[in-house]
Nanobody
């Protein structure tokens, strides 16, 4: 079955950096577009970034463009999100996502807290 496991979250000061990882299994990772979403308390889940199956094209939300970088390692079946210049408003639970054969799959999420 499809499984997505995020890691790498934590507490960081404003201006700091974190790198999130998402380990995928149960499907042919290299065949699928992958996304990172986030959900802050009391807010709807929002799309942060997406990447094509071979990593040649990436897309970002306006709020993170220039600060976040999405990437993938198909040999390791792992998705990444490098987050730099973090702001308090980036505080959220971050989820990786795949739409596999018409069904949406999410990991359990990893908490990112940006605070001094």
């Amino acid at each position: 079955q499809v499984q997505l496991v995020e890691s790498g979250g934590g507490l960081v000061q404003p201006g700091g950096s974190l790198r999130l990882s998402c380990a995928a299994s149960g499907f042919t990772f290299s065949n699928y577009y992958m996304r990172w979403y986030r959900q802050a308390p009391g807010k709807a889940r929002e799309l942060v970034a997406g990447i094509t199956n071979f990593g040649d094209t990436t897309n970002y939300a306006d709020s993170v463009r220039g600060r976040f970088t999405i990437s993938r390692d198909n040999a390791k079946k792992t998705l990444y999100l490098q987050m730099n210049s973090l702001k308090p408003e980036d505080t959220a639970v971050y989820y990786c996502h795949v739409n596999y054969i018409g069904n949406n799959y999410w990991g359990q999420g990893t908490q990112v807290t940006v605070s001094s």
